[in-house]
């Protein structure tokens, strides 16, 4: 997660000020997503 506004201060997702940006938390649940159905897909 980059947090473009926050990082340069020191804080990040698991800091004091907790958060990240919401855009960066889209492209966290799509590389969950993209990830969950790749191997959903395979076979064994």
Do not use: C
């Not at 947090?3 to 919401?22: C, M, N, T, V, Y």
């Amino acid at each position: 997660m980059i947090d473009s506004e926050d990082g340069p201060k020191g804080f990040g997702a698991h800091s004091d000020q907790e958060r990240i940006l919401e855009e960066a938390l889209y492209k966290f649940v799509r590389f969950n997503w993209d990830v969950t159905v790749t191997l959903a897909a395979k076979k064994n």
